[in-house]
Nanobody, 123 residues
Framework: QVQLVESGGGLVQAGGSLRLSCAAS????????MGWFRQAPGKEREFVAA???????????YYADSVKGRFTISRDNAKNTVYLQMTSLKPEDTGVYYC?????????????WGQGTQVTVSS
């Protein structure tokens, strides 16, 4: 089973940017459907963004409405890493961010969660 380690979180002011990384070992991320999720204090974990396994169609991505146009998910096959570039951050983006394999074309995670990375956006 692929092991995933998230990093890149931190404290940022509203309107700022951060790039999160999800480094994989024990598997090749280009062959997996991958997603980012987040959990705010006192709330359920929610879907943020996903990127499908590479096909002749290229890297198909999709997003939660709340982040569309502000966040970009991408993948570096050479580094076996998935990224989440976050711009125009808002206080409501605060939470612990996790990456996970997902069922292709869905928002359903597969497997266990890592430790996540904390993102805090101050107003």
């Amino acid at each position: 089973q692929v092991q995933l380690v998230e990093s890149g979180g931190g404290l940022v002011q509203a309107g700022g940017s951060l790039r999160l990384s999800c480094a994989a070992s024990g598997g090749t991320v280009s062959t997996y459907h991958m997603g980012w999720f987040r959990q705010a204090p006192g709330k359920e974990r929610e879907f943020v963004a996903a990127i499908r396994a590479i096909t002749w169609l290229g890297a198909i991505t999709y997003y939660a409405d709340s982040v569309k146009g502000r966040f970009t998910i991408s993948r570096d096959n050479a580094k076996n890493t998935v990224y989440l570039q976050m711009t125009s951050l808002k206080p409501e983006d605060t939470g612990v961010y996790y990456c996970s394999q997902i069922i292709g074309g869905t928002r359903t995670p597969i497997g266990s969660w890592g430790q996540g990375t904390q993102v805090t956006v101050s107003s």
